[in-house]
């Protein structure tokens, strides 16, 4: 599996963070083959907003957005079935500086709110939406199982 990460705002902030090693439990969490590629990126709040308003049709920058590219549903076989060639999952973009406006609202702290957020914007890639409730439910869970898995095999 391979993160590529853009970490155009906000480096050092950023690259504190385990980027890679949550982007790859959560791929491998979600049965993706081993060729899957997914893109991380961090922005300033102003190429956020050109983006929420470009694809969303919303004015003002959001914390998360994901950029599906390949699907299972494409003919990609599953985690361990033998890919050939890469199986591009897709991109997230991620605005820090909504993440640390938003830690004091959700109680958490910077890299609590990044790591939630990276994981959310995963699992949009995955086929996971928050549209109705049973839906919000569904993946508000398993954002937690994989915020916990990922947490415990931390040191």
């Given at each position: ?108 702290g910077f890299a609590e709110e990044m ?21 919000a439910e569904a993946m508000e869970a ?14």
């Amino acid at each position: 599996m391979e993160v590529l990460i853009d970490y155009a705002h906000r480096r050092e902030d950023c690259e504190a963070l385990a980027v890679r090693e949550l982007a790859e439990l959560v791929m491998a969490a979600e049965g993706k083959p081993a060729s899957a590629e997914v893109s991380v990126s961090f922005v300033d709040d102003e190429a956020m907003a050109a983006l929420n308003e470009g694809f969303r049709g919303k004015e003002g920058p959001t914390d998360v957005l994901s950029f599906e590219c390949d699907s299972l549903d494409d003919g990609f076989p599953a985690a361990g079935e033998g890919a050939e060639g890469a199986y591009e999952l897709g991109d997230v973009v991620i605005a820090p500086d909504v993440a640390e406006r938003q830690c004091a609202q959700f109680g958490n702290g910077f890299a609590e709110e990044m790591e939630l957020l990276l994981v959310h914007g995963l699992l949009h890639l995955c086929g996971y939406d928050h549209l109705v409730d049973a839906e919000a439910e569904a993946m508000e869970a398993r954002e937690r199982e994989l915020l916990a898995a990922f947490r415990a095999q931390r040191p």
